[in-house]
């Protein structure tokens, strides 16, 4: 069992870019959620994938948004990235209707 | 005031020792109670997950809920080195819901 994967391990982009990061979930898991960790803090939600739907959405402007394809598969776009868009994104994907969340390794994105 | 507090640390402690970490939190709804330990420039994992109030113990580790005082905690018993990581705490309100997690605790054990 592969666990939660994210790729790439670490990108930097320059202000104004945009950004896609991907995640393949666990083994039999079918939902998708993406955090945003900065330094120093604890992960804060930025949305969640279920069914290639959208279901519940964080605090985070358009400018985030994401996908779900067909094999639970996800990804996170970022759009006009600023400065402040520099953290650890999280992947972290379950089963619907359970509650144990596993996370992959992250993606480091530096913006400059 | 943020939903769920977490004292950052750091907190060091000599290897053998009893280590209690804390997370308070304000949402009376939360019903779903997680503890995940990050290692440096790793992703979260999983280590305890708890359902309403009470306790649950695996190995060195128990997390006990008291949902009456909106306060949960992680022991971990004979601490090792390899303990030494950041602990961040993480509730729910439903078992789908989005995951409310606290800053983290950075925990050093020393030999």
């Known amino acids: 069992d592969a666990g939660v994967t994210q790729s790439p391990t670490h990108l930097i982009k320059t202000r104004g870019q945009q950004v896609t990061l991907r995640c393949s979930p666990k083994?039999?898991?079918?939902?998708v959620s993406w955090y945003q960790q900065a330094l120093g803090q604890g992960p804060q939600f930025i949305f969640q994938?279920?069914?290639?739907?959208?279901?519940q959405r964080g605090n985070f402007p358009d400018r985030f948004s994401g996908h779900q394809f067909p094999n639970y598969s996800s990804e996170l776009n970022v759009n006009a990235l600023l400065l402040g868009d520099s953290a650890l994104y999280l992947c972290?994907?379950?089963?619907?209707?359970?509650?144990?969340?596993?996370f992959g390794q992250g993606t480091r994105l530096t913006v400059v | 005031q943020k939903e769920v507090e977490q004292d950052p640390g750091p907190l060091s402690v000599p290897e053998g020792a009893i280590v209690s970490l804390n997370c308070t939190y304000s949402?009376?709804?939360?019903?779903?109670f997680m503890w995940y330990r990050q290692y440096s420039r790793k992703g979260p994992e999983l280590l305890m997950y708890?359902?309403?109030?009470g306790n649950k113990e695996d190995g060195r580790f128990t997390a006990q809920v008291d949902k009456s005082s909106k306060y949960i905690s992680l022991f971990i018993r004979d601490s090792q080195p390899s303990d030494s990581a950041t602990y961040l705490c993480?509730?729910?309100?439903?078992?789908?819901?989005?995951?409310?997690f606290g800053t983290g605790t950075r925990l050093q054990v020393f030999p």
């Open positions: 972290a994907s379950s089963s619907w209707g359970g509650t144990e969340a596993f």
């Open positions: 083994s039999g898991h079918d939902t």
């Open positions: 994938y279920y069914e290639e739907e959208e279901r």
């Open positions: 949402n009376s709804a939360f019903q779903y």
């Open positions: 708890t359902y309403s109030s």
């Open positions: 993480a509730m729910s309100v439903g078992n789908t819901d989005k995951l409310i």
